[in-house]
Nanobody, 120 residues
């Protein structure tokens, strides 16, 4: 099975930067895409950024230009570079993997989350 472990969260001042990491292990089936999601108190979990196995990326419109998703050459670690952070970015950030478990369907696996707090 796929296992995901996030790291890199913490406390940062508004305007600062953080780099989140997601270590991926345990998969012998194709991973179609990796994504970062976040959930703030009182809000639903929302997509932050997505990267496919081919390297294409997608971002939430409000975050495009400030956040960048990437992966290493071995594709065992996915990163989220967060710049110009705002207090509204405060949330628990989760790593997600979309795995092709059958010919016709996919399954999603989640990390435990890492807290990002942006102070004003």
């Amino acid at each position: 099975q796929v296992q995901l472990v996030e790291s890199g969260g913490g406390l940062v001042q508004a305007g600062g930067s953080l780099r989140l990491s997601c270590a991926v292990s345990g998969s012998s089936v194709p991973i179609n895409a990796m994504g970062w999601y976040r959930q703030a108190p009182g809000n639903q979990r929302e997509l932050v950024a997505l990267i496919t196995s081919g390297g294409s990326t997608n971002y939430a419109d409000s975050l495009k230009g400030r956040f960048t998703i990437s992966r290493d050459g071995a594709r065992n670690t996915v990163y989220l570079q967060m710049n110009s952070l705002e207090p509204e970015d405060t949330a628990v950030y989760y790593c997600n993997a979309e795995v092709q478990i059958t010919v016709w369907g996919v399954s999603h696996y989640w990390g435990q989350g890492t807290q990002v707090t942006v102070s004003s």
